[in-house]
């Protein structure tokens, strides 16, 4: 990475926790969905990031993310969690010869879908269960998680729209 791209990474980091605690947080669907748009900075992270600091990064927002909502270390273990799988996932999911950008608008909306929702279902299942810390509510935790990840996947795919373009590689 050069310094463009990590002056360009840190001020995604700070808007997405921006986003997530001033925003995000009051964003809620009957009960049963719940965004958590702040992980979409993993998820957009280039794919040659080093994973020392795809999971500092990891801890780090859900350490910030964490101290927002009170909830010690749950935020933190599941952004670890995806930020640890994520590789694994993006070498399952990309083909060889697919470029190594992130960004919906490169990609095929059907590969960041199946990327993205794996990773989201992940980090939410992580969360739902930690905070439950029982089986008593299985079936409606498995609710919110499904209801949550449908929720925010698509208000990822809405910001990835809404952000600007990167610009284009010249050779």
């Given at each position: 990475?050069?310094?463009k791209t990590i002056v360009t990474q840190v ?36 794919q040659d990031t080093k994973r020392d600091v ?118």
């Open positions: 990475m050069n310094n001020v995604y980091f700070v808007l997405y926790i921006i986003l997530q605690v001033f925003f995000a947080k009051n964003l809620e669907l009957f009960d049963v969905a719940f965004c958590f748009v702040y992980i979409n900075f993993i998820l957009n992270l280039p795809l999971l500092f990064s990891g801890f780090l927002l859900g350490f910030i993310v964490d101290s927002f909502y009170n909830t010690w270390g749950i935020h933190s273990a599941a952004c670890v969690l995806i930020a640890f799988i994520r590789p694994f996932v993006l070498k399952v999911v990309t083909p060889k010869n697919a470029g190594d950008d992130n960004d919906l608008k490169e990609r095929s909306l059907l590969r960041f879908s199946l990327y993205a929702i794996i990773l989201i279902f992940i980090h939410h299942s992580m969360i739902f269960f930690i905070e439950i810390a029982h089986f008593k509510l299985f079936f409606h935790t498995l609710v919110k998680i499904f209801f949550s990840t449908i929720f925010t996947f698509v208000l990822s795919v809405i910001i990835q729209y809404l952000s600007p373009k990167k610009a284009t590689k010249q050779a």
